[in-house]
Structure formats: structure tokens, C-alpha cells
T-cell receptor, first 114, second 113 residues
Framework: KAGVTQTPRYLIKTRGQQVTLSCSPI?????VSWYQQTPGQGLQFLFE???????NKGNFPGRFSGRQFSNSRSEMNVSTLELGDSALYLC?????????????FGPGTRLTVT | AQKITQTQPGMFVQEKEAVTLDCTYD???????LFWYKQPSSGEMIFLIY??????QNATEGRYSLNFQKARKSANLVISASQLGDSAMYFC??????????FGAGTRLFVKA
């Protein structure tokens, strides 16, 4: 079974621009979560989607948004990029049947904002 | 508030020896999952092991085992027979019923030949 895929793997953007990152979960997985990883803040939860609905959101400004499509693929968007948005963005998928909390991560998208 | 604490920023272990990475957590939710992930320098998060809060037995996956002590709210990772390829960052994480996963700060493990 194919793993979680994320595109693009690397991205360089300029301050003020916007960016869209994509995540395709493992086949059959319906839950997708996004995380931001930086050296200073570590791994921080951005949001989680299940069946096209956002079920929880981390403590990030409104510039960070996401969505999930009917095929469970998910995108996250960051508008008006700031230097501090430079990070590794990780996506994780979960089967999320009753009682299962397991998550499997993609390789990440490394975003650099200049 | 949810909290995961990993008190060991860095650990050294001799090849072929066992090592324990500490993790304590704090939650008031009776239903939760605990995870350990390995992150090599490539950046990818590799799932190692999972323990559900209602699981009676400690989880084991090959050379990895999770020492789950619910009353003490600890979920230590034990790696047996360390290998050079085990050198990486290790993260403990917890997921509750609100679908939000909290990660610890991580422990960097160095395996010496």
C-alpha cells in the first residue's frame, strides 16, 4: 500500500506571497492532520480533517487554512507569507476506525520564505 | 492542558545495548493514544509504536517496546540491541479524542560503534 505523499517536497517563496501544499493520505484513510515543525517551536498541530470537515485547529493565525476533498486528499494554504513561516510542514493520515489513533506521516514539504 | 514531556535532550548508547527514552504525559481524557516516532536527518517521521490508553499489555514492535505505566502517566520507549541506524531524533506524542496530537520536544539518540 502506498504511503502518504506530499507535494511539493521543497518550496521557496517570498514574503507576502501565498502557498498551497498538498497531501494524499494512505488509501482508505479518512483523517488527515497537518503539522508545522521548526527548530524553535518543535512540532505543532495545525489542523485535522475528517470527511471534509475540520474537527480541530491549532493555535495558528487565520493566514493558515486547509481543506479536505471527497477523496480524502487535503490541501493547506498559507497566505501573506512571513519569514517565520519557514518550516517543515508534515501531513499525517489515520484510518480512524473506532479506537484507533495511529497516524502515518508523509515526507513533508520544506518551505523557505525569503 | 495537554502536555508531553521528554526530559532527555540527548542520549548516548553503545551499539548492541538497550536504551530507554523517557516520556511523561498529562491528560484528563480517559481515552487517548500514545505514540513514538523516529525522525532521521532526512526529516521523515517514522511511526514506531502505539499504545492505547485502554490496552492492558505493553505494546511491542520488533526491537521497540513501550513501557506504559498509566498511573504514573509515563510511556517510555525501550530500544533493544541498538544499531547505528537508530541514531535519530525520537518524539513521544499523544492524541486525545479531540483529534489533536501533541508532541514532546524530542530526544536525540546517538548510537556509538
Amino acid at each position: 500500500k502506498a504511503g502518504v505523499t506530499q507535494t511539493p517536497r521543497y518550496l521557496i517563496k517570498t514574503r507576502g506571497q501565498q502557498v498551497t501544499l498538498s497531501c494524499s493520505p494512505i488509501s482508505g484513510h479518512r483523517s488527515v492532520s497537518w503539522y508545522q515543525q521548526t527548530p524553535g517551536q518543535g512540532l505543532q498541530f495545525l489542523f485535522e480533517y475528517f470527511s471534509e470537515t475540520q474537527r480541530n485547529k491549532g493555535n495558528f493565525p487565520g493566514r493558515f487554512s486547509g481543506r479536505q476533498f471527497s477523496n480524502s486528499r487535503s490541501e493547506m494554504n498559507v497566505s501573506t507569507l512571513e519569514l517565520g513561516d519557514s518550516a517543515l510542514y508534515l501531513c499525517a493520515s489515520s484510518p480512524f476506525w473506532e479506537g484507533s489513533y495511529e497516524q502515518y506521516f508523509g515526507p513533508g514539504t520544506r518551505l523557505t520564505v525569503t | 492542558a495537554q502536555k508531553i514531556t521528554q526530559t532527555q535532550p540527548g542520549m548516548f548508547v553503545q551499539e548492541k545495548e538497550a536504551v530507554t527514552l523517557d516520556c511523561t504525559y498529562d491528560t484528563s481524557d480517559p481515552s487517548y493514544g500514545l505514540f513514538w516516532y523516529k525522525q532521521p536527518s532526512s526529516g521523515e517521521m517514522i511511526f514506531l509504536i502505539y499504545q492505547g490508553s485502554y490496552d492492558q499489555q505493553n505494546a511491542t514492535e520488533g526491537r521497540y517496546s513501550l513501557n506504559f505505566q498509566k498511573a504514573r502517566k509515563s510511556a517510555n520507549l525501550v530500544i533493544s540491541a541498538s544499531q547505528l541506524g537508530d541514531s535519530a531524533m525520537y518524539f513521544c506524542a499523544m492524541r486525545e479524542g479531540d483529534f489533536k496530537t501533541i508532541f514532546g520536544a524530542g530526544t536525540r539518540l546517538f548510537v556509538k560503534a
